[in-house]
């Protein structure tokens, strides 16, 4: 018995001791990270963006044998998408992640991906985001602000309509609604060319402005609604499949800043940045018709316009916002047509997720 309990307190020792060592080493490793940089990401913890990210910090940490560390603060932690990407205009942070949408106020570098109905599949809108010509175009214009395109994360496909108690079946329901809308101008244009509103609300309200009843519903993509439980408590009863507008998660990054970095250190973080966003492509498909399942398990109905309706509201939309927009900065024709070159064949993968039966 006296051996017994010896080994037995031996053991347990070994392993505190164990354990100890363990997270002895884990903050050395942290405190001899040479270069440490924070990411904001405006979306919780749970959208679909956030895993990207998550990705992007693991593998730096093991290409640089720790010697990067990427902190990575969700759900706007450390401010909004507009306070995040000033911050890091103005030197102050690292990285700010969010909707693309949300830098219409610093820089219309981005609108030009928001005219609606843009792409017509996932395939388009990957290939022109992509692109080295398209990527080029847009940090010569991010470098008016100080700004540098680092990467890109998919939110979960383009956007499409959340009503809380109207059902949207023709496209003359949309007029006299009120829509939940970013900064973005094109979302704005594409609200108020149905005869509806854009209500401006930063994300992290948008569930209250929806539970109060300040907007009638809000167009953002699958994941969104997910993530943000749109789907509990009675916020948002109806989803149409309308797929009108893509954007997606940009992360922002202080050109300088990135320039001065040692040559090794910038090809860590870019390389691995290319990694996640290889990583995320994979992993998003299956991961949105799961949001989708779940939200039809708790009483969503997701459904589509007749396709006579569809096409009403496509052309609306594009021959309301188009020519308003077209030559604007940052969006001028040549740009426009690059983009559209760029994008290419349309595909058959759809958006790349399933709406189920």
């Known amino acids: 018995m006296t051996y017994s309990i010896t080994r037995h307190t031996f053991l347990k020792g070994l392993a505190v001791v164990t354990a100890l060592a363990t997270a002895a080493l884990s903050t050395a490793a942290l405190a001899e990270a040479e270069h440490k940089f924070k990411v904001s990401n405006v979306l919780s913890e749970q ?8 990705k992007f910090a693991e593998i730096v940490a093991a290409k640089s044998d720790g010697r990067i560390e990427i902190e990575v603060f969700h759900g706007g932690q450390l401010g909004s998408g507009v306070e995040t990407f000033e911050a890091v205009k103005n030197g102050y942070l690292d990285f700010a992640g969010d909707s693309f949408a949300n830098l219409a106020t610093i820089t219309p ?12 599949s996932r395939a388009q809108m990957l290939s022109a985001l992509g692109s080295e010509k ?3 175009q847009v940090n010569s ?4 602000v100080g700004l540098q395109w680092f990467s890109t994360y998919e939110i979960g496909g383009p956007r499409n309509v959340g009503t809380s108690k109207k059902k949207i079946e023709t496209a003359a329901d949309l007029a006299g609604m009120k829509f939940r809308a970013s900064r973005s101008p094109l979302e704005i244009g594409s609200h108020e060319s149905w005869g509806a509103a854009g209500v ?13 009843g300040m907007v009638d519903g809000l167009t953002v993509p699958y994941a969104s609604f997910y993530s943000a439980k749109f789907h509990e408590g009675d916020l948002i009863n109806y989803i149409l499949d309308l797929n009108f507008q893509n954007y997606a998660l940009v992360i922002a ?3 300088e800043k990135m320039a001065a970095l040692p040559e090794d250190i910038r090809t860590i973080l870019t390389e691995s940045a290319a990694e996640a966003q290889a990583w995320h492509i994979e992993f998003v ?17 997701i459904y589509s316009l007749p396709a006579a309706e ?5 052309d609306m939309t594009v021959d309301a916002v188009w020519p308003l927009f077209v030559g604007k900065e940052g969006m001028s024709q040549e740009k426009l047509d690059m983009i559209r070159a760029e994008s290419g064949e349309i595909g058959t993968d759809g958006w790349g997720y399933s709406l189920g039966n």
């Open 47 to 54: 959208d679909v963006t956030a895993f990207g990210l998550n």
């Open 109 to 120: 570098a981005f609108e030009i991906f928001h005219f609606p109905f843009l792409f017509e």
């Open 134 to 136: 398209v990527q080029a």
């Open 141 to 144: 214009e991010l470098a008016d």
């Open 200 to 212: 401006t609300v930063d994300w992290p309200g948008t569930p209250e402005a929806v539970r109060l």
């Open 253 to 255: 990054a202080n050109a």
């Open 285 to 301: 498909s299956d991961y949105i018709t799961k949001n989708i399942q779940a939200m039809k398990d708790e009483g969503v109905e």
């Open 310 to 314: 569809y096409q009403k509201v496509r």
